[in-house]
């Protein structure tokens, strides 16, 4: 079983930011690829970005391109998700996930085996 954790919620106006991490072990940096989902109340679980093992190729949903940046840090064992310029839109749990092997295409809540806790993210004045 992975373990990833969850680290960087908290509530933030419109157009401020924020920075969620999701601690991995480095094997699992190099052999998984990683997604962060987000789930909003009553809605489904919808991935927001991604970065694929290996080569690091990364996809972002149209909705956050521009404003959110996925990244690996391998001296802290992360996967970090910089969210810029949130809007409320944004609020909901965030999940990172893993898949073994590269993934390039849109991430989907199926094709990931292993989840973190959830960490929540809420954009309100």
């Known amino acids: 079983q992975l373990l990833l954790v969850e680290s960087g919620g908290g509530l933030v106006k419109p157009g401020g930011s924020l920075r969620l991490s999701c601690a991995a072990s480095?094997?699992?940096?190099?052999?998984?690829?990683i997604a962060w989902f987000r789930q909003a109340p009553g809605k489904e679980r919808e991935g927001v970005a991604s970065i694929s093992s290996r080569d690091g190729n990364t996809y972002y949903a149209d909705s956050v391109k521009g404003r959110f940046t996925i990244s690996r840090d391998y001296t802290n064992s992360t996967v970090n998700l910089q969210l810029n310029t949130l809007k409320p839109e944004d609020t909901g749990v965030y999940y990172c996930a893993a898949t073994y092997g590269s993934h390039w295409s849109a991430p989907v809540v199926s094709e990931y085996d292993y989840w973190g806790q959830g960490t929540q993210v809420t954009v309100s004045s």
């Open positions: 480095v094997f699992i940096l190099d052999w998984y690829s």
